[in-house]
């Protein structure tokens, strides 16, 4: 589940907050292009892994997290 990097707070973008009120983001390298990205969800029984995106290039990921 922690397989992936934390992405700060203020980097989340405001579609995951907006749609999934997401409180923490990790972002995976699949390979040199692709991304995935997923949040931890506490039930309070145990921890679930949501996968939010899957994104094929490095364009997309860089245009939803507004970096091009």
Avoid: W
């Avoid at 405001?14 to 039930?43: A, P």
């Amino acid at each position: 589940m922690f397989a992936g990097q934390p992405v700060q707070r203020k980097k989340f973008p405001k579609c995951y907050i907006d749609k999934h009120e997401i409180r923490n983001l990790y972002v995976l390298n699949l390979d040199s292009s692709r991304r995935l990205t997923y949040t931890l969800l506490f039930d309070g029984v145990g921890v679930s892994v949501n996968i939010l995106e899957i994104f094929l290039s490095h364009k997309e990921y860089e245009k939803r997290f507004g970096y091009g």
